[in-house]
């Protein structure tokens, strides 16, 4: 059997891995519910458009793998399985399996289990927590700002346009060096 990429019309236009024997031609679509195969007049095959990938014909070894892949993801047909291990050059089949699937659908997620009644639910126990104080504070912490804050409030400005002046003069937050930022506002002044 020939094999070829070409665009059959099935439920609208689709690109199709199709063999073509001497009685019969047949196109494994990737359909909505899974892979099948389906019977085409030789007429419509010779017809059907060839499937280009660039200025070539598209490979249709690399076609067959990809319908395998998606097969084995959506499902496939077994009558899809047997054209597919039909050996290229080989005779037309004498009989084909029927067109029903091969491997289960894939399986939905679970459903997460039942909420029990609200009567029944209870709220979950806060842990007593027991806090340490650190031997070193965090650099920061605690004071966070506040250099911006106690400069802002010196030169009587607002703090987001004392930050929004450093950062127009090449500063970057964190702003914790405070000679830097004086030197940057007295050049500023």
Do not use: W
Not at 153 to 180: F, T, W
């Amino acid at each position: 059997m020939e094999r070829s990429v070409r665009y059959i019309r099935v439920d609208g236009m689709k690109p199709a891995l199709c063999f073509r024997g001497k009685k019969h031609a047949y196109a494994i679509i990737n359909d909505e519910p899974c892979v099948r195969a389906v019977e085409v007049d030789l007429k419509t095959h010779d017809l059907a458009g060839v499937v280009g990938k660039g200025f070539f014909p598209y490979p249709h070894g690399e076609f067959t793998e990809r319908m395998q892949a998606v097969g084995t993801r959506k499902g496939i047909t077994l009558r899809a399985l047997a054209l597919l291990a039909v050996p290229e050059g080989a005779e037309d089949p004498e009989t084909l399996p029927p067109d029903e699937i091969a491997a289960p659908e894939p399986a939905e997620r679970p459903s997460p289990p039942p909420k029990p009644p609200a009567s029944e639910r209870r709220a979950p126990k806060r842990a007593e927590r027991q806090v340490t104080p650190s031997p070193t504070p965090k650099r920061g912490v605690g004071e966070r700002g506040s250099l911006i804050a106690k400069l802002a409030a010196e030169l009587n400005i607002a703090p987001q346009q004392l930050r929004l002046s450093l950062r127009m003069a090449g500063l970057r937050a964190p702003y914790d060096d405070e000679v830097k930022i004086r030197a940057v506002i007295k050049g500023k002044k």
